[in-house]
């Protein structure tokens, strides 16, 4: 009996001691992880304990792919990166791209209603919600990248900003789609004759729509998600979207021709909820407002470092980039297109922008 009493005793130690051993192992095994995430952390800039310590977490959504090079995400991401190094840490952003927060109707409706923090909307799908915005969706008003950003940037771009307000919404800054070209599946178009019957995927604003119309278009008003099945079903012949667009979701494999035709040039804009917005601290704002500015001017520099890197490596691909388009003739079919939108957008917006490019 005392034998049997001793050995369960000497397992009993043996077992105590195992567990003692693999308590010590783990425990050094844990020092030695916690080491290593230590240097992670500082090798990164100690931005991962920053979002862990975050008092603040907010999402910010877009329609396209969060892929690098796509002028939604890089406004994005930008901002979210500027925020947390501003704040050291204390608002985080997270970016949810690939229409995780909803279309963009659904998330302008969202921050309205303070069920979405932020997004960045696309200019055209935004004026259906503040008139003034549809200022920048005129066809053809822009002749370069660097015209459209003094515009925005200046007294003009920032009395339309200040209109969302209005709204429920805060718009902060001014980003680049870039110029609208026209993405037709077997195609080409060089002068308006080549667009006559044409059905042409289209967001649904009145400008767009009605330019189509002048231009005897076949207007297609179609969520971005139904887009790409659109096309390979051919329910519709093309859609109008910025290079960067083009290239970074895949277009080459589907279209066969981009025609730079350029007729819309698309601003982006980062938006925030306004009941989201007004629970800020006024220097949390301000933060917020400087951080939306830097962000769309480095995904405007971002869109010209790469733009004809694109067309390259697409005409690559086997898609056809016709250049020779005939812009002047569409200008001529449009006649006083613009006299015909200063109702619907307002005040006294059309002259003054007129008035602006020396028009």
Not at 94 to 118: A, I, K, N, P, R
Request: hydrophobic share 40%; with cysteine; net charge negative.
């Amino acid at each position: 009996m005392k034998k049997w009493v001793s050995g369960i005793l000497l397992c009993a130690a043996a077992v105590s001691l195992a567990a003692c051993g693999n308590k010590n192992a783990s425990s050094g095994e844990g020092t030695e992880k916690a080491a290593e995430a230590g240097e992670s952390r500082d090798s990164l800039g100690g931005q991962q304990e920053k979002a862990a310590n975050a008092s603040k977490v907010y999402q910010i959504g877009f329609t396209t792919a969060a892929v690098e090079d796509d002028p939604y995400y890089v406004f994005a991401k930008n901002f979210s990166d500027i925020v947390a190094e501003r704040t050291g840490g204390g608002i985080r952003i997270d970016v949810m791209g690939g229409g995780q927060l909803g279309q963009e109707g659904e998330m302008f409706s969202g921050m309205q209603m303070g069920t979405t923090d932020m997004a960045v909307m696309t200019n055209a799908y935004a004026s259906g919600y503040v008139p003034a915005s549809g200022l920048f969706d005129l066809p053809f008003i822009f002749k370069d990248n660097e015209t459209a950003a003094n515009i925005l940037d200046g007294e003009i771009g920032q009395s339309i900003l200040k209109e969302y307000d209005n709204y429920g919404v805060k718009a902060l800054g001014w980003g680049e789609g870039g110029f609208r070209h026209l993405v037709t599946l077997n195609k080409a178009v060089r002068e308006p004759a080549d667009m006559k019957g044409l059905k042409i995927r289209c967001m649904e604003t009145e400008t767009y729509l009605a330019t189509y119309a002048a231009l005897g278009v076949n207007a297609v008003p179609m969520a971005w998600s139904e887009t790409i099945t659109g096309l390979q079903q051919g329910t519709i012949d093309g859609l109008d979207i910025p290079v960067s667009v083009t290239y970074s979701n895949g277009f080459p494999d589907i279209a066969k021709y981009l025609n730079m035709t350029g007729h819309f040039y698309s601003p982006l804009l980062i938006c925030v909820s306004g009941e989201v917005f007004d629970a800020l601290s006024p220097e949390e704002q301000q933060i917020l407002s400087e951080a939306a500015v830097e962000a769309g001017k480095a995904c405007r520099e971002n869109n010209a470092r790469v733009e004809e890197q694109m067309l390259s490596e697409m005409e690559e691909q086997g898609m056809t980039v016709v250049r020779d388009v005939d812009l002047a003739a569409f200008r001529e079919v449009l006649g006083d297109f613009y006299e015909s939108r200063k109702e619907a957008i307002g005040g006294s917006y059309v002259d003054d922008l007129m008035a602006a490019l020396g028009e």
